[in-house]
């Protein structure tokens, strides 16, 4: 009986493993991505920066279209860092409530919030990719390059859907497992406050070491 029992709590947590693994195998798939359109986006527009206002100083004349491109760019990389600041729990929290509830009520606010937030950014992406088929239908180009307006706002759902999908990995984490997750990786943990009694508390204790090793000697 009991060996039975063993066995079939081993292939529950190989289950659970593999869950897991799939979900990791996910996570660092799209980390990849948001790391790769970023640093590319902040990359050529430093490149491009530098290169317009050495072409000004040099040339007196600077490349066309770099603000445009600029601003493209911004846009890219706002958007797009939505889930990576989701990934690595660097967004804005109102945790004024959620700091004073522990154990699994903390745990229950953390999944209905990671749950509502998810579904309002997919909900945010749904509207976001109207808006750029509505744009892609009536053609509307940049000023100054005539770069197709739905190609750049493309970001918008897709930093939106990469939200939703880190906000929906931090709900699964904290449904399989027992502590507790801000993200799909990192554990929520609260480092102590130094109070100003421990350092009396320190200083108390260091001269009552002090005088004990006088009296001695």
């Not at 970023?38 to 040339?59: E, Y």
């Not at 004073?100 to 903390?106: A, C, F, N, Q, T």
């Not at 749904?126 to 744009?135: E, G, M, P, V």
């Not at 197709?148 to 759902?157: G, K, R, S």
């Amino acid at each position: 009986m009991d060996d039975s029992v063993k066995t079939d709590g081993n292939k529950e947590r190989f289950k659970h493993n593999a869950f897991l693994r799939v979900l990791n195998s996910i996570d660092r798939g799209l980390g990849w991505v948001e790391r790769t359109i970023i640093a590319s986006s902040v990359l050529l527009m430093a490149i491009l920066m530098s290169a317009h206002v050495v072409g000004n100083l040099l040339f007196n004349r600077g490349i066309p279209g770099t603000y445009e491109v600029t601003e493209m760019l911004i846009v890219i990389i706002t958007f797009v860092g939505l889930g990576y600041a989701a990934r690595h729990a660097r967004h804005i929290r109102m945790s004024a409530v959620y700091d004073l509830l522990k154990g699994r009520v903390r745990k229950a606010l953390l999944i209905v919030i990671s749950v509502g937030s998810a579904a309002l950014m997919f909900y945010l992406a749904y509207k976001s990719a109207q808006y750029d088929l509505a744009l892609y239908v009536r053609g509307r180009t940049s000023s100054a390059l005539h770069i197709p307006m739905w190609v750049i706002n493309l970001a918008l759902p897709a930093g939106f859907t990469l939200a939703g999908i880190q906000y929906s990995l931090t709900a699964i984490r904290n449904l399989i497992s027992k502590d507790i997750y801000r993200t799909f990786r990192e554990k929520e943990e609260y480092s102590e406050v130094p109070l100003e009694s421990s350092d009396n508390h320190i200083c108390l204790k260091g001269n009552s070491v002090h005088n004990k090793k006088h009296t001695t000697d």
